[in-house]
């Protein structure tokens, strides 16, 4: 239980972001900096979920509430918010990171999540 809530952060967005960092952790990825903050010429761009700097690598658990509940449409379609998700990652990649994208279905899997991350770039630091 100590352990849980050493690990524990407040800095995690959703349920799926903070299993996808367990997971992370579990598979021996380096731990990520956590709602890194990334501008450009144009202004703030966003709060990354996972940001490795040394790999140059963003992690992005997508919960697809975002596309479906008021409180996150905020009266935007789908359409408009796939949209605007795209321009977000295309400033964010013009930036020099990569960018990696999981749904529930690899945060439930870390078999998934490990290949996915790996093919991205990322290294396991511990065995």
Not at 36 to 45: M, S, V
Not at 49 to 68: N, R
Not at 84 to 89: F, N, P, Q, S, T
Request: charged fraction near 25%.
């Amino acid at each position: 239980m100590e352990r849980a809530v050493d690990f524990s952060t407040p800095l995690s967005g959703s349920p799926g972001e903070s299993l996808s960092r367990v997971n992370i952790h579990e598979l021996g990825f380096a731990g990520p900096t956590l709602q890194a903050r990334f501008d450009d010429y144009k202004g703030h761009i966003g709060d990354s979920d996972f940001w490795w700097p040394e790999f140059g690598l963003i992690g992005e658990f997508d919960g697809l509430v975002k596309y479906t509940r008021d409180q996150y449409t905020k009266g935007r379609s789908i359409e408009e918010i796939v949209i605007a998700e795209k321009v977000r990652e295309d400033r964010l990649r013009a930036l020099g990171p990569s960018v990696s994208r999981w749904l529930w279905g690899t945060a439930l899997r870390p078999r998934e999540l490990f290949q996915q991350l790996s093919a991205a770039g990322l290294q396991v630091v511990r065995g």
